[in-house]
């Protein structure tokens, strides 16, 4: 009788202790989801009752891993007076807080970068410096993930016994494999260390109008090791990084998203200019595509055959320069046709007579 006295408090207290840390892991995650619901509540009527939007994004950012971190806190409140789930947190503790740090992390950094680009409109007309900001906000984002994850997961890994015996063990032959490594991850690692010095020096930025590998079109986003450009025709041109910072390109907007455009003439040599150059300022000027800063109408070519016109004009940015350039070619050569057809250029032969032979 005695054995089997024995036998049955041994099995009640092993069914008692993984029930009694349940039940104080239960309550502690429930008053923790609670206290988190209720705060957050507040926290999203106190945003939307002021003006600006990055409360609303700070506090949709941060709902989720706050949750976790508020379960992991009273988690910890609660092992401290509980013997039984002291024990079992204390495994899994040293792994699981590397991961809300990180993520808490990842929140408010994404979180103040989204909030930085409110302010930062890239949908004005003079939209450099948005653009600029943009593009640093972009790249800080892109770093600052890549670095949070990274020590984020060997925080983790270091957490796990066997993980870190092999990290020891390696050691002794990590000069061959740091080598190999090396030399595989070369293109990642030029790319990354591109993507910190596009950062800094800027020769790129979001929506600028560029010109490379004989394509045109727009920057349309920035990645640690990759650009897309978006080619006017609704293709994507994916670009390494390294690519800016190596070979030559066109930044059209660099400085300003104003351009100058132009649209070329081949009129005859007896073309008179004074009419033309009236038509073309009756025309820009009723453009509203024109920006108002530059017409210009020159004779930049002559051959024997004909003269080049050029007609300079400017707009805010480059789609609107190209619909200019298509608007003003069509109706100059629509106004010559109907006005001047004698201004076009012509294709001269001439006979040669027995006297001019003879002479």
């Known amino acids: 009788m005695g054995s089997i006295t024995e036998t049955i408090d041994k ?3 092993l069914l008692a202790d993984p029930l009694h840390a349940a039940l104080a892991a239960g309550i502690a ?5 609670a206290l988190h619901a209720l705060l957050f509540y507040l926290l ?5 009752r002021t003006d600006q939007s990055s409360d609303d994004i700070v506090v949709r950012h941060l709902f989720r891993p706050t949750r976790l971190a508020i379960v992991v806190i009273a988690l910890m409140g609660a092992a401290r007076y509980v013997p039984e789930l002291r024990e079992v947190w204390a495994d899994i503790a040293t792994f699981v807080l590397p991961a809300v740090v990180g993520w808490m992390a990842l929140a408010i950094v994404r979180a103040l970068v989204e909030a930085a680009k409110l302010k930062a409109d890239i949908s004005v007309a003079d939209n ?4 600029r900001k943009r593009t640093k906000l972009t790249m800080f984002n892109r770093i600052a993930t890549f670095i949070i994850v990274f020590v984020t997961v060997g925080l983790m890994l270091l957490a796990i016994p066997g993980v870190r015996d092999i990290g020891v063990t390696l050691v002794a032959s990590a000069g061959l494999a740091g080598l190999a490594v090396g030399a595989a991850a070369q293109p990642a690692l030029k790319s990354l260390i591109a993507g910190v010095q596009m950062a800094l020096t800027e020769p790129i930025n979001i929506d600028d109008a560029v010109v490379l590998e004989g394509e045109w079109g727009w920057i349309e986003d920035i990645r640690t090791t990759y650009v897309v450009v978006k080619i006017w025709d609704e293709r994507r041109l994916v670009v390494p990084t390294s690519y800016f910072l190596e070979k030559p390109f066109q930044n059209w907007t660099k400085q300003t998203a ?3 455009g132009t649209v070329f003439l081949h009129l005859d040599p007896k073309a008179k200019i004074g009419p ?10 009723a453009n509203e595509r024109w920006d108002g800063r530059v017409k210009v109408v020159q004779v930049t070519d002559t051959t024997r055959d004909s003269k080049e016109v050029r007609l300079l004009m400017s707009a805010k940015n480059s789609p609107t320069l190209f619909d200019l350039r298509c608007d003003i070619r069509e109706g100059m050569m629509e106004w010559l046709a109907d006005n001047r057809p004698q201004d076009f250029a012509k294709l001269r032969l001439m006979e040669a007579t027995e006297e001019a032979e003879s002479a």
Not at 276 to 285: A, D, H, L, N, W
């Open 11 to 13: 099995s009640t207290g």
């Open 29 to 33: 995650v429930g008053a923790a989801i």
């Open 44 to 48: 999203r009527r106190i945003a939307r």
């Open 128 to 131: 450099l410096k948005a653009r």
């Open 258 to 260: 104003n351009l100058l």
């Open 276 to 285: 033309i150059r009236e038509e073309f300022y009756r025309q820009i000027e």
